[in-house]
């Protein structure tokens, strides 16, 4: 059973940055596709960001520019690199790990955006 464990969230202040880190038990998750995804209160869970094993990246529109995903995969981990973050970025974020049919979550980490 592959877990997931994320790192990195907290508390910033508009047009700050933060990183976020997720490692992957095992070696499956370096052979599929990691992400990020969020999840405001009272909205539906959404992808913010991924990246396959051989690099290719999908950015949601809403932060396109300001935030960067990367991988190594002989760590079977990911990251997201958040600059100039918003009030609307505030959400749990979760990492997950794609591999075959197999489709794996962190717990999730909190990220507020506030002056």
């Known amino acids: 059973q592959v877990q997931l464990v994320e790192s990195g969230g907290g508390l910033v202040q508009p047009g700050g940055s933060l990183r976020l880190s997720c490692a992957a038990s095992?070696?499956?998750?370096?052979?599929?596709?990691m992400g990020w995804y969020r999840q405001a209160p009272g909205k539906q869970r959404e992808l913010v960001a991924s990246?396959?094993?051989?690099?290719?990246?999908i950015y949601a529109d809403s932060v396109k520019g300001r935030f960067t995903i990367s991988r190594a995969n002989a760590k079977s981990a990911v990251y997201l690199q958040m600059n100039n973050l918003r009030t609307d970025d505030t959400a749990v974020y979760y990492c997950?790990?794609?591999?075959?049919?197999?489709?794996?979550w962190g717990q999730g980490t909190q990220v507020t955006v506030s002056s």
């Open positions: 095992g070696s499956d998750c370096s052979y599929g596709t």
């Open positions: 990246i396959s094993s051989v690099g290719y990246t």
């Open positions: 997950n790990c794609a591999f075959i049919i197999q489709n794996y």
